[in-house]
């Protein structure tokens, strides 16, 4: 007399023949009188079946070969806990017995989300044993997830982190029209995550200045689409970088980490210090302006200049400006909508979603972070390039506090005509980055 594990192992090298004919690894395996009478794995896209799990497939060919639909008597062996639909197949076939491996959280049917076995209405019932084989069907079938995913990174060129989430690169393509979009992951601080940098329009000749544009905490490279499409000599581009956690890169599902400066200064370092240029000007938003100090200071390529729009301290203990779990639906609505000034174009662009509830490329709305800033070394004097300060008409608290804590001797301060926060089209500030870049060209 064959042991259950025998049958089972038979369930399993099923299981294998489904994967190498491209389906998800399943295995079933019907006996009667402790011999084989069918077997059966996934068919579901090789027969573009839903119906055609292992289990189905198993029970169709016991009844062809018995001649007969009820199946009293036999026992069922599967590598996976069956799905309502198998389950009921089963208890339709009068099967006797059921002899599962691995548990299904998503879709199993014999006690991790139904269980259909244990219903007293039901007319038949069929003795279930769960967990024979476990652990060898279950690390099987992990890895077959894990190689699917190998699979698809590989073709599609880039890794994807497991924590990683994304948004919807298209939606975002579509607002910057006038920018070529470029994904990094090859960083080593990025540790697999992915990072989006929008850039200039190329040229034929191989740029050696660089305008590298920084965002804040509550935005994303949306707000730089009027700079990207400015007309600059040939050899210079422009770089807009999506830091992690906004606009296109990758965010992980927990998000606090991305946004530690020590990080942001890392990686940045890390792409800059690996490309040519002679000369970098960095342009920088809110929040930002903190990180392109570090930045400036850190990096050993020569930092022309900074134009700071709107700086601000990036701590919570100076600006608070991470907290959006506190605001209620109606005051986030206000938010939005003083921030993009009622344009709705705007406001989609700080509300594309991530997969997960209550993040968006603009802001990371539900997360309460606090930037460790202890971590930093001081800003040496000799390392702060040559900054020009433009600061909004209800900016100035924030400024205050940014000047007193950097202790930065501006070269000029300027109020914006406009709403610079969004970085709507404002000569006056461009006009400024291109003067200060040919003054070090």
């Given at each position: 007399?064959?042991?259950?594990?025998?049958?089972?192992?038979?369930?399993?090298?099923?299981?294998?023949?489904?994967?190498?004919?491209?389906?998800?690894?399943?295995?079933?395996?019907?006996?009667?009188?402790?011999?084989?009478?069918?077997?059966?794995?996934?068919?579901?896209?090789?027969?573009?079946?839903?119906?055609?799990?292992?289990?189905?497939?198993?029970?169709?060919?016991?009844?062809?070969?018995?001649?007969?639909?009820?199946?009293?008597?036999?026992?069922?062996?599967?590598?996976?806990?069956?799905?309502?639909?198998?389950?009921?197949?089963?208890?339709?076939?009068?099967?006797?017995?059921?002899?599962?491996?691995?548990?299904?959280?998503?879709?199993?049917?014999?006690?991790?989300?139904?269980?259909?076995?244990?219903?007293?209405?039901?007319?038949?019932?069929?003795?279930?044993?769960?967990?024979?084989?476990?652990?060898?069907?279950?690390?099987?079938?992990?890895?077959?997830?894990?190689?699917?995913?190998?699979?698809?990174?590989?073709?599609?060129?880039?890794?994807?982190?497991?924590?990683?989430?994304?948004?919807?690169?298209?939606?975002?393509?579509?607002?910057?029209?006038?920018?070529?979009?470029?994904?990094?992951?090859?960083?080593?601080?990025?540790?697999?995550?992915?990072?989006?940098?929008?850039?200039?329009?190329?040229?034929?000749?191989?740029?050696?200045?660089?305008?590298?544009?920084?965002?804040?905490?509550?935005?994303?490279?949306?707000?730089?689409?009027?700079?990207?499409?400015?007309?600059?000599?040939?050899?210079?581009?422009?770089?807009?970088?999506?830091?992690?956690?906004?606009?296109?890169?990758?965010?992980?599902?927990?998000?606090?980490?991305?946004?530690?400066?020590?990080?942001?200064?890392?990686?940045?370092?890390?792409?800059?210090?690996?490309?040519?240029?002679?000369?970098?000007?960095?342009?920088?938003?809110?929040?930002?302006?903190?990180?392109?100090?570090?930045?400036?200071?850190?990096?050993?390529?020569?930092?022309?200049?900074?134009?700071?729009?709107?700086?601000?301290?990036?701590?919570?203990?100076?600006?608070?400006?991470?907290?959006?779990?506190?605001?209620?639906?109606?005051?986030?609505?206000?938010?939005?909508?003083?921030?993009?000034?009622?344009?709705?174009?705007?406001?989609?662009?700080?509300?594309?979603?991530?997969?997960?509830?209550?993040?968006?490329?603009?802001?990371?709305?539900?997360?309460?972070a606090t930037v460790d800033l202890g971590k930093l070394p001081p800003l040496p004097a000799a390392k702060i390039?040559?900054?020009?300060?433009?600061?909004?008409?209800?900016?100035?608290?924030?400024?205050?506090?940014?000047?007193?804590?950097?202790?930065?001797?501006?070269?000029?301060?300027?109020?914006?005509?406009?709403?610079?926060?969004?970085?709507?089209?404002?000569?006056?500030?461009?006009?400024?980055?291109?003067?200060?870049?040919?003054?070090?060209?």
């Open positions: 007399m064959q042991s259950h594990e025998y049958f089972m192992r038979l369930a399993l090298e099923q299981a294998q023949v489904g994967e190498t004919l491209g389906e998800v690894p399943v295995g079933a395996v019907l006996t009667l009188n402790d011999q084989v009478i069918a077997v059966g794995h996934n068919q579901t896209i090789s027969q573009c079946d839903p119906t055609a799990h292992a289990e189905i497939v198993a029970i169709r060919a016991a009844a062809q070969t018995l001649g007969n639909y009820r199946l009293s008597q036999c026992t069922m062996y599967v590598t996976l806990e069956p799905c309502a639909m198998c389950m009921g197949a089963i208890l339709h076939g009068r099967i006797a017995k059921l002899y599962f491996a691995a548990s299904d959280p998503k879709t199993g049917a014999c006690g991790s989300v139904l269980d259909i076995p244990a219903e007293p209405q039901i007319n038949h019932h069929c003795e279930v044993h769960g967990g024979l084989m476990q652990t060898q069907c279950a690390e099987y079938l992990a890895g077959y997830f894990q190689r699917l995913r190998s699979k698809k990174q590989l073709s599609s060129g880039m890794h994807l982190r497991e924590d990683a989430l994304r948004v919807d690169l298209a939606s975002l393509v579509a607002l910057m029209p006038k920018s070529q979009p470029t994904v990094v992951n090859d960083l080593p601080a990025l540790q697999g995550l992915r990072m989006q940098i929008w850039g200039s329009p190329q040229s034929s000749v191989p740029p050696k200045h660089l305008i590298l544009c920084l965002h804040g905490a509550t935005s994303w490279s949306y707000i730089y689409r009027d700079l990207l499409s400015a007309d600059i000599p040939p050899d210079w581009c422009i770089w807009a970088v999506d830091l992690p956690g906004h606009g296109g890169s990758d965010k992980t599902k927990r998000g606090g980490e991305l946004l530690d400066l020590t990080f942001q200064v890392k990686v940045l370092k890390e792409l800059l210090e690996r490309s040519d240029f002679s000369c970098i000007h960095i342009v920088a938003q809110d929040t930002g302006c903190e990180l392109a100090l570090h930045l400036a200071a850190a990096t050993r390529l020569d930092v022309s200049g900074l134009t700071l729009l709107n700086p601000a301290c990036a701590d919570v203990s100076v600006r608070g400006s991470y907290a959006y779990s506190i605001l209620s639906r109606r005051q986030f609505a206000e938010f939005l909508n003083d921030l993009s000034d009622g344009d709705v174009e705007t406001t989609q662009a700080l509300c594309t979603p991530y997969p997960d509830a209550g993040h968006m490329t603009g802001m990371l709305s539900r997360l309460n390039p040559d900054a020009v300060a433009y600061v909004g008409p209800k900016q100035g608290q924030n400024f205050r506090l940014f000047q007193d804590r950097f202790k930065i001797t501006f070269q000029e301060s300027a109020m914006a005509d406009t709403s610079i926060f969004l970085g709507l089209k404002n000569p006056l500030i461009w006009d400024g980055v291109f003067r200060q870049l040919r003054a070090h060209g």
